[in-house]
């Protein structure tokens, strides 16, 4: 397979001068298998260098991602692990892009023009050439939940066939106080899936609706309206197969201080909705209000792929156990103060490449594992987790005998930490193992300081969760860790900055000061918790509590 020339001569260069360097390296607790910290910084360098355009899907800077890390895996020794004898796994997508148009509330004669991306945000996953809506009637389904299980339901009915829902983001117990009777029955500042956009916009489509609209709130969604330039009106899907489920046909979010106006011209307090919002009582509301959009939309095919290697296993080679990245980025978009167009993607997640890169490394390294490891790069990930979730639907492996998904997703590249952040504590065994593997480097184990923002459905671990499959996932942005230098200030100082600043921009690039051992810490946390999985016959199990426990119990009869 062909390899570009400038990546490897780069990577090489750089891997000279880290043999002479005394940088420590990250060891598991038995040291039999080094994570070497100056080489996963030497991967982040190369993939987030101009030789690879920022990694988006279907881009030239695809072609040349991938077949690095193909060769980066072939040198490793992993075996080839997609289709056909290959690295690769095709996964056929369409790229929207909204052109120039307009967007406009019309109430009691009242016309409002609404300007992108200022009051605005929409894009479309509908395979289409337009995208308009003409006076659809707008009603607002508060966090358009629908959970039988929890004894909520927002719909109550209502018939949204061609109208456009209007959402609040998160959960309904995410802002209620301790004496309301919902407090805690979503997990409280913990969210869960009901509280993702993604959920709130395929239950649209499910129920009829034309468009979905989300009011963003800084506090519940986790993040600024930023949202507005990571896409520019560009979309992403999954090819989807005739009789598919058709996604609205936009989705978007509004601004809350335009959601404020539209409540009050008719004639309702926002906030005093909002609380309504908050009981088991609460019915849709008619907003007397219609919604139009007009614009072309640019739709064309793109071939994209995962990149996937293997080592097979000796004893249960059908048992598999997963160590997960993604390798896209947001590519070229529009320059920046400074005149940079190319979002690198360095932490998110070239970083996490080079760590599933090292795994493999390290695992070649040793004995040959009783069950099959496998390696997997994922695409488009940054685009609504669609690489992953083709791989669910087009797997190459059993579920029902995958053991476990490892995800690395922003490694944290400040030097050591004495503890790792837990992302969606209380879901699974897999939370005792990282436990123990952390004691053994001295570390602890800390929860996401910020649950609310749902981070646990945010990964592409998700696409194997929804499957039924334990998950785990170490992410950097879960919160600040505890720093050696600098302790947990300066880790929640980095993770507010970065977050801020950086996350999907053009800064998110390697850095000389960067140190990773601390990212190399990690990595070798899910060396020992894999080195456990793949020389045992043990099944992680979901927590009884989990909603994913319900859907791993229906397979249970394969794993005796």
Not at 124 to 153: I, K, L
Not at 195 to 218: N, S
Request: charge should be negative.
């Amino acid at each position: 397979m062909r390899t570009p020339a400038g990546p490897i001569i780069l990577l090489a260069g750089i891997l000279a001068a880290c043999t002479s360097s005394s940088a420590p390296v990250a060891r598991d607790h038995d040291s039999s298998a080094p994570i070497d910290a100056n080489r996963m910084s030497a991967i982040t360098r190369t993939l987030a260098s101009d030789e690879f355009e920022g990694r988006a899907p279907g881009s030239v800077g695809e072609t040349r991602t991938i077949e690095w890390i193909a060769d980066q895996f072939k040198q490793v020794g992993l075996e080839p692990a997609g289709e056909n004898g290959t690295y690769l796994q095709r996964v056929p997508l369409i790229r929207t892009q909204l052109k120039a148009g307009s967007v406009s509330i019309d109430r009691g004669g009242e016309h409002i023009a609404l300007e992108l991306p200022r009051d605005i945000y929409l894009s479309t996953t509908r395979e289409t050439s337009s995208a308009r809506v003409e006076a659809a009637p707008m009603v607002f389904v508060g966090y358009g939940v629908n959970a039988p299980e929890r004894q909520w339901d927002d719909f109550k009915g209502v018939d949204l066939t061609g109208k456009v829902a209007v959402f609040l983001v998160n959960d309904p117990d995410f802002e209620a106080e301790p004496n309301e009777p919902v407090a805690g029955r979503f997990g409280g500042r913990a969210m869960t899936y009901y509280g993702r956009w993604t959920y709130k916009f395929e239950e649209a489509a499910r129920r009829g609706a034309i468009a979905a609209l989300v009011i963003h709130e800084t506090a519940a969604a986790g993040y600024g309206w930023n949202i507005a330039s990571a896409g520019g009106g560009e979309d992403y899907n999954i090819v989807l197969g005739a009789g598919a489920q058709q996604p609205v046909l936009l989705r978007g979010w509004l601004q809350r201080p335009v959601a404020v106006d539209l409540f009050r011209r008719a004639g309702l307090d926002f906030d005093a909705v909002k609380r309504q919002a908050r009981t088991a009582e609460f019915h849709p509301i008619d907003l007397g209000a219609t919604f139009s959009a007009s614009f072309d939309v640019e739709t064309r095919h793109v071939e994209s792929h995962n990149v996937l290697g293997k080592i097979a296993g000796s004893k249960w080679p059908e048992e598999s156990v997963w160590f997960t990245a993604h390798w896209d980025a947001y590519g070229l978009g529009a320059p920046d103060a400074q005149g940079r167009r190319m979002r690198p993607g360095a932490l998110d997640d070239a970083s996490g490449v080079a760590g599933i890169i090292e795994l493999g490394r390290a695992f070649k390294a040793g004995p040959q594992p009783e069950r099959t490891l496998v390696f997997a790069a994922w695409t488009a990930e940054e685009r609504g987790l669609l690489g992953s979730e083709y791989y669910a639907m087009n797997p190459l492996f059993p579920f029902e005998k995958a053991v476990a998904n490892l995800t690395l997703d922003t490694l944290q590249p400040n030097g050591p930490a004495r503890d790792v952040v837990l992302i969606g504590k209380g879901q699974s065994d897999l939370e005792e193992m990282l436990a123990r593997a952390a004691a053994l480097q001295n570390r602890t184990v800390t929860p996401d300081s910020r649950p609310e923002r749902g981070l646990f459905y945010r990964a592409d671990h998700f696409s194997f969760a929804k499957r039924g499959v334990p998950v785990l996932i170490v992410m950097a942005l879960g919160g600040g860790v505890d720093l050696v230098n600098g302790g947990r200030e300066a880790g929640d100082r980095w993770v507010t900055e970065f977050t801020a600043n950086c996350y999907h921009q053009t800064c998110d690039d390697w850095r000389p000061e960067y140190d990773f051992r601390g990212a190399a810490q990690d990595v070798a946390l899910f060396y020992t918790m894999g080195r456990e999985l793949a020389f045992s016959h043990m099944w992680p199990a979901w927590s009884p509590g989990s909603e994913f426990n319900a859907i791993r119990a229906k397979s249970a009869a394969a794993r005796q």
